[in-house]
C-alpha cells in the first residue's frame, strides 16, 4: 500500500513538472488607444582596403560611427471589423544624431528633428503595410528605422521553449529575402511590475548584394557595391501576456563582408556592430 502511494506521488509530480502553460499570444488592437517609447540605436563600422594602392587611394582604414535616439509615439486608428487588424499613426520626435568623429561631414541640418510614419497592423503585431514620407534617403540607406522594433507573435500557442519566425526588415537589402530571425520563448517573466513572457530573438544570414543602390539614394554616385559575408543578430524582449503588446527590445548585430568596387577598382573588407533598443514608457 505504502509503495503504491510513494509511485503515486512520484508520477503526480512528474507530470505537474512536464505540464507546462501554453500562450496564444494576440495583440488586442483597440481604436483611441495610445503608447510611447524611447529609441536609442548605435551603429559602429570599420571598412579597411585591401591592397595598399586601395588604401593610399582612400586614405586607409576608415571607421564610421553614428547613433540615434527619439521619441516614439504609436496611436491605433480604425480597427477592422474582425478586429483582426487595425490602422495605425507614429510619430518621431526629439531625434538627436550623432556621428562621433565624422560629425563635420555630415550635413545634419538637413536630417529631421521630428517624422510621421502611418500603415497597417494585424493581431500578430505584423505591420502588413508602412509608409514613412518623411525618411530621408541618408537614413534609408543604412537600414534607418527599418530594424525591428516589436515582437511578431506566433500563429499557434506556445510554452517555453517553443520557436517562430520574424521577419527581419534588411533582409532584402541584404541580398536574403527569404531569411527569418527566430524568436523563442524562454521564460514567464514579469517586466518591471507587469505579467509578461521572455523572448528571445536570433538571425544568421549571409550578405550577397550589390549595395550600390541603397548608396546612391543618400546622394552618392551612382556605382558598384558588391558585398559577400555573413550578418549575425541576437536579442530579447519582453511581450505583455494580457494583450500581446511588445514592451521592450534589446536588438545587437555583427557584421563582417567583402566589398568590390569593380567601377573604381577597390576592394576593402567591413566589419559592423550596432545596438538598438525600444522600452515603452509608462504611462500616469
Do not use: C
Not at 579597411?48 to 594602392?53: E, L, Q, R
Not at 493581431?123 to 528605422?145: H, N, W
Not at 550578405?207 to 550578418?231: C, E, H, R, T, Y
Amino acid at each position: 500500500m505504502k509503495k503504491s502511494l510513494f509511485v503515486a506521488m512520484v508520477l503526480s509530480v512528474l507530470a505537474l513538472a512536464f505540464t507546462q502553460d501554453e500562450f496564444l499570444l494576440r495583440r488586442a488592437l483597440v481604436s483611441g488607444e495610445k503608447d510611447a517609447y524611447k529609441v536609442t540605436t548605435k551603429v559602429v563600422q570599420t571598412m579597411t582596403p585591401t591592397d595598399a594602392g586601395a588604401g593610399a587611394l582612400v586614405g586607409g582604414e576608415t571607421r564610421f560611427e553614428m547613433s540615434m535616439s527619439l521619441d516614439m509615439a504609436s496611436s491605433i486608428d480604425k480597427v477592422a471589423e474582425d478586429k483582426k487588424s487595425a490602422t495605425f499613426d507614429l510619430s518621431f520626435s526629439n531625434i538627436v544624431y550623432d556621428f562621433g568623429s565624422m560629425s563635420g561631414m555630415v550635413p545634419q541640418d538637413s536630417l529631421p528633428k521630428s517624422m510621421k510614419a502611418n500603415g497597417k497592423i494585424d493581431e500578430r503585431g505584423r505591420v502588413l503595410e508602412m509608409k514613412m514620407p518623411d525618411l530621408p534617403a541618408t537614413l534609408g540607406a543604412g537600414g534607418g528605422l527599418a530594424g525591428p522594433m516589436m515582437v511578431e507573435l506566433p500563429e499557434r500557442a506556445v510554452k517555453i521553449g517553443d520557436t517562430w519566425d520574424m521577419a527581419i526588415p534588411t533582409a532584402d537589402m541584404l541580398g536574403a529575402k527569404d531569411a527569418k530571425m527566430t524568436a523563442k520563448l524562454v521564460a514567464v517573466e514579469d517586466y518591471e511590475t507587469i505579467p509578461a513572457l521572455l523572448v528571445e530573438l536570433s538571425a544568421s544570414m549571409p550578405i550577397d548584394a550589390d549595395l550600390g543602390n541603397a548608396v546612391q539614394a543618400s546622394g552618392a554616385p551612382p556605382m558598384k557595391m558588391l558585398a559577400k559575408g555573413k550578418f549575425e543578430m541576437k536579442g530579447r524582449a519582453y511581450v505583455q501576456r494580457s494583450n500581446g503588446k511588445t514592451l521592450s527590445m534589446d536588438i545587437s548585430f555583427n557584421t563582417t563582408s567583402r566589398v568590390n568596387m569593380p567601377d573604381v577598382g577597390i576592394e576593402f573588407d567591413t566589419t559592423g556592430h550596432g545596438t538598438s533598443t525600444v522600452k515603452i514608457v509608462p504611462q500616469n
